[in-house]
């Protein structure tokens, strides 16, 4: 029994696997497999290699098994990785080039280990089940894809009684609509057992239930109590309505209950310009550069800061925005400085979400801000139109949207669903300069929608978060 028992020693705080695309020949098609997987210190140590199994779908929905591969640490840069130690947490990667003969099909990348943390609260038993991940990912020879990830680092450590922010950022690289969500997490039999979701009562205050966005990806928690807690954060990926793809990150969150130390905070977000919906929204010309001045501050004078940007723009390969961030003088205030000139080729009307973390070397600290690329010419025919709130909303079978324009033109309304798709639009209106009411009948399903308001040239006037309620 004892020795069962040391066997199973628990070590495991979560982790998340990717495949990345990288070419195709007549052996097959070629990804970048990556497994990154993080240990509490105190349990036994990391085993030396990670097994990927891959299975296959089949037409009567059966799960085939195709091939393994064992991988060692970093065996693509050939050696170990360096553990990186942070709050009695390492962080392991693994990654190899896994090749698949099929070319076509919807495949599953899985990995397990046991096992997880002793101490996590929101588990019945989890000393003895094992972490397991599993990505999907189809692969079609003539259609290049990659498995959607998050961008920014998991962190480990909160504060009990404050409100806390934390953005994974999900990101798919070859601009896939995505749908993010909480799940249960997994282990090598289904799901855990006893899992409880960190927005029940007993986990949060009620000035900060467990939430996630499901515009930006951000996280926001008010913790009740101290203790160890395990969320899965889930992205399903999508091409022209079908659902190609899914991943998961599997996060340990410790909370601590620390009155001494304060959670660093970006002071001056409320001068942020805002969109419809409440969000830092920033429509920036291409060819023009802009400057974000962002100030970290902290209650703690002695405390270090550091800020760190994050998001899509970054890995831009022409003209990407550069972040860096230092000391004003006052205190151990910094200030991160954000400097962008869009070429014209980042011009669409997809925001790029960037997440700045404002950290003290213990708790961290995430705020979002959506950046819009408009054209020059854009920028200057969208100051011919004003645009208030849709209302009612939430909305049952109609909404109005306020319009005032400047000059006669046409205008067409389009509505998503949260996955990106459309399920309704209106021929162009042909409306003259003045004040409009424009209403909309609806017959939706109840949830979240976007309400898309273009002129002539296709520009977008107006964004806005509808929700539908029956």
């Not at 998340?16 to 007549?26: F, P």
């Not at 899509?312 to 400097?339: K, W």
Request: with cysteine; charged share 15%; aromatic share 12%.
């Amino acid at each position: 029994m004892i020795s069962n028992y040391e066997a199973k020693s628990s070590h495991l705080m979560g982790g998340q696997i990717t495949a990345t695309y990288l070419s195709a020949d007549t052996n097959g098609v070629h990804y970048l497999v990556e497994l990154t997987a993080y240990r509490d210190t105190i349990g036994i140590p990391m085993q030396a290699t990670a097994e990927f199994d891959i299975h296959k779908l089949d037409t009567s929905g059966n799960w085939n098994f195709v091939f393994s591969q064992t991988v060692a640490y970093d065996t693509t840069s050939g050696g170990l990785m360096t553990s990186v130690n942070a709050y009695g947490v390492e962080v392991y990667l693994f990654q190899d080039t896994l090749t698949f003969t099929d070319t076509s099909g919807y495949f599953s990348i899985s990995y397990e280990e046991c096992c997880r943390n002793f101490a996590i609260a929101n588990m019945s038993n989890p000393g003895n089940e094992s972490m397991a991940l599993t990505t999907y990912l189809t692969i079609d020879n003539h259609n290049q894809n990659s498995t959607p990830t998050f961008i920014t680092p998991p962190v480990a450590y909160l504060p009990s009684d404050t409100i806390w922010q934390y953005n994974p950022l999900p990101f798919d690289p070859d601009g896939d609509s995505l749908s993010w969500s909480m799940t249960v997490p997994l282990d090598g039999n289904g799901t855990v057992s006893g899992y409880e979701f960190l927005s029940d009562s007993l986990y949060s205050n009620l000035s900060g239930i467990f939430s996630l966005d499901s515009i930006t990806g951000s996280l926001s928690w008010n913790a009740r109590m101290s203790g160890n807690f395990v969320a899965s954060f889930i992205i399903e990926e999508y091409r022209s309505g079908q659902k190609i793809g899914e991943m998961r990150r599997d996060m340990q969150f410790i909370v601590v209950n620390d009155t001494t130390n304060y959670i660093p905070q970006i002071s001056n977000m409320q001068s942020i310009p805002t969109n419809s919906g409440g969000y830092p929204y920033v429509i920036l010309t291409a060819g023009q550069n802009y400057q974000l001045h962002l100030i970290g501050n902290d209650a703690n004078p002695n405390d270090v800061l550091s800020m760190n940007a994050y998001g899509e723009a970054f890995n831009l390969n022409l003209s990407a925005p550069t972040f860096t961030y230092s000391l004003t003088g006052n205190g151990n205030e910094i200030q991160g400085d954000f400097s962008w000139t869009p070429d014209a080729s980042h011009v669409r009307s997809t925001p790029y979400i960037t997440v700045f973390r404002t950290s003290d070397n213990v708790f961290n600290h995430d705020e979002t801000i959506q950046f819009e690329v408009a054209s020059m010419t854009s920028s200057e025919n969208l100051n011919q139109y004003t645009s208030n709130n849709i209302y009612p909303n939430p909305a049952t079978n109609n909404f109005i949207i306020p319009l005032s324009l400047e000059n006669n033109n046409k205008v067409s309304i389009n509505i998503y669903n949260i996955l990106g798709s459309k399920v309704a639009e209106t021929k162009k209106m042909h409306l003259s300069s003045g004040n409009h009411l424009i209403m909309k009948n609806i017959d939706f399903k109840k949830g979240q929608y976007f309400v898309v308001v273009e002129n002539e040239l296709g520009e977008i006037i107006t964004s806005q978060k509808l929700t539908v309620t029956n």
